[in-house]
């Protein structure tokens, strides 16, 4: 197998290509893989990583639960990357208020 070209999908977005690959973690977004699994005419592959760990260096080796496939891109499509508008996020403050006055 030969490496053609490779990109990120920040790069990648709005281009079409005959194959794609992606590597997806816990960590990508949902709009990331969006535009990962989408840009290729002929196929599109999504190679989920199950074994991430974010900070290795304080891991404790056996430690950490192993993630399925389904587990990981579950978070994915939960991960939600865009900007939150000032107005939504009034909106939901003032929600958490009212959750708040009710619980007491």
């Known amino acids: 197998m030969e490496l053609d070209y490779a990109s990120t999908a920040h790069r990648a977005q709005g281009r079409t ?12 977004t949902r709009e990331v893989l969006y535009v ?19 900070d290795p260096d304080t ?3 056996g430690m950490t639960a192993h993630q399925t496939f389904r587990y990981v891109l579950t978070q994915v499509l939960r ?14 403050f003032q929600g958490e208020k009212k959750e708040l006055k009710i619980a007491d």
Not at 79 to 92: C, W
């Open 59 to 61: 891991s404790y080796d």
């Open 17 to 28: 290509v005959h194959t794609s690959h992606s590597l997806v973690s816990p960590t990508t």
């Open 79 to 92: 991960n939600e990357g865009r900007d939150i508008s000032a107005t939504e996020t009034i909106v939901n």
């Open 36 to 54: 990962a699994a989408t840009g290729g005419k002929e196929s599109n592959s999504i190679y989920v990583y199950t074994s991430y760990e974010p």
